[in-house]
């Protein structure tokens, strides 16, 4: 916990003690016997040393490991503070109080006295106590939270270094398919390859992308996949709504466009793939659908190489509870349906 926040509850606690003080003044200040010139200096007094000498000593707990010294320490605070009060209250009112409101009674040091000091130093310790484990508790959650988020941090970058690669080196498999094939449409590849990589290099490494740029990868991995691809039409691509100043997890999408071409079936004249981005005003739904090969099974736990569990791990870091993932699978068809709450 900041300084600064330490400081506002100390103050806050020492203002609620004030007030009660001022209180007890209130509904005590007709009796003659009452003396809140006492309520408002001696005891403020001993009772800030006597909550500052519990709240230091409980302190070392929490930075030693030994516990020895702290607990002797504690013990010796509690056995000195009874008599200090006493003591300083004694001769505050001898020197001070007495002659204050004239009193020409009799100053003994009874056993009333001597509980009611017991009492306080009781009372602040707790308190003390109870504000020292506030801010360590406080302290304790933020570490927790701090080991969590570099956890998640160091979690994502090693999806993110196994996603990447593997995107890359499908890519270049690509290329390399089309320019062994002495292929027209290999320089149109090597375009297409530069969009990714610039993506891939510059784009990808934040932690968020504008939409817009996700689906100008999207339609870049998409080219160059039909460039092998006899059936012009064998992908349909439906975009909706207003990607304008939007965002998203970069390469969040592409792993399950890449398994559609991965597992789907060529051999239909139909659009074999069907991708549709659904943009709302709060929410994105992403639909792909792939017809599935009569001879084979999709192995549902791979999704582009890098594993379904790996995609789910990532939609749980980076929207957890804001996303819902939807798998199904028919005699011919695979879908999945991917809702993003933005």
Do not use: C
């Not at 106590?129 to 406080?138: H, S």
Request: no cysteine; charged share 20%.
């Amino acid at each position: 916990m900041k300084k600064k926040y330490k400081i506002l509850i100390h103050v806050a606690f020492w203002i609620y003690m004030f007030n009660q003080i001022l209180l007890g003044i209130a509904m005590l200040s007709g009796e003659k016997s009452y003396d809140p010139f006492s309520e408002l200096t001696i005891y403020p007094f001993t009772s800030f040393i006597t909550f500052y000498a519990f709240y230091f000593t409980y302190g070392l707990f929490f930075t030693r490991k030994n516990k020895l010294f702290p607990a002797l320490t504690l013990i010796a605070v509690m056995i000195i503070l009874v008599p200090f009060r006493v003591g300083v209250e004694y001769l505050f009112y001898k020197y001070i109080g007495y002659n204050h409101i004239k009193s020409t009674e009799m100053l003994v040091v009874d056993r009333g006295w001597w509980f009611n000091s017991v009492r306080l130093v009781t009372i602040y310790g707790i308190y003390a106590l109870l504000i020292q484990l506030a801010i360590g508790w406080f302290d304790t959650q933020k570490l927790k939270t701090e080991l969590i988020l570099e956890k998640q941090s160091g979690e994502l970058a090693l999806l993110r270094s196994q996603i990447n690669p593997h995107f890359l080196f499908n890519t270049l498999n690509n290329i390399y398919s089309l320019v062994y094939k002495k292929s027209e449409d290999a320089p149109e590849a090597v375009m297409k390859m530069s969009s990714i990589m610039r993506y891939m290099l510059y784009d990808a490494t934040t932690d968020k992308v504008l939409l817009e740029k996700e689906i100008e990868y999207l339609k870049s991995f998409i080219e160059l996949e039909k460039l092998r691809i006899r059936h012009k039409d064998f992908v349909e691509l439906n975009i909706s709504g207003n990607v304008e100043g939007r965002t998203i997890a970069p390469m969040l999408l592409i792993p399950f466009v890449e398994n559609a071409f991965k597992h789907g079936t060529r051999t239909v004249t139909t659009p074999g793939i069907r991708i549709n981005l659904s943009i709302g005003e709060h929410q994105i739904m992403f639909d792909v659908s792939n017809h599935v090969r009569k001879q084979g099974t999709i192995n549902k736990d791979k999704i582009g190489g890098i594993g379904l569990t790996n995609i789910r791990r990532r939609l749980n870091l980076l929207y957890p509870g804001k996303h819902q993932l939807e798998i199904s699978t028919t005699d011919d068809l695979y879908n999945v349906h991917l809702t993003l709450r933005i």
